[in-house]
Nanobody
Framework: VQLQASGGGLVQAGDSLRLSCAAS????????LGWFRQAPGKEREFVSA????????AYANSVKGRFTISRDNAKNMVYLQMNDLKPEGTAAYYC??????????????????WGQGTQVTVSS
């Protein structure tokens, strides 16, 4: 599986952005997908996850109620709608795929495939 994230940019606090991630592969709907972020000098952290069918989702407490993950299996795409962005959300955002319908955990080690990252910068 190859993943390519896009949609990052420079925004102001309170603004919205929609990240997209395009995936290759004919069995896209069998992979659980996730979004992670990594700020300079910090560890990569879980943001959100979605099951293969899209019926199950999960969010980090820090983004719950503001971010929405979705996927379109017909287009091999996963999205992260980010509303009310905060300066602490400044990071490189990565999409990732697990080798199963739903990843074993929210840790990066549970995801086998990674995109290249897209930078989100939120100014105050």
């Amino acid at each position: 599986v190859q993943l390519q994230a896009s949609g990052g940019g420079l925004v102001q606090a309170g603004d919205s952005l929609r990240l997209s991630c395009a995936a290759s592969g004919r069995t896209f709907s069998t992979y659980g997908l996730g979004w992670f972020r990594q700020a300079p000098g910090k560890e990569r952290e879980f943001v959100s996850a979605i099951s293969g069918s899209g019926t199950t989702t999960a969010y980090a407490n820090s983004v719950k109620g503001r971010f929405t993950i979705s996927r379109d299996n017909a287009k091999n795409m996963v999205y992260l709608q980010m509303n009310d962005l905060k300066p602490e959300g400044t990071a490189a955002y990565y999409c990732a795929a697990a080798r199963k319908y739903w990843a074993d955990s929210y840790s990066p080690v549970s995801y086998a495939y990674w995109g290249q990252g897209t930078q989100v910068t939120v100014s105050s």
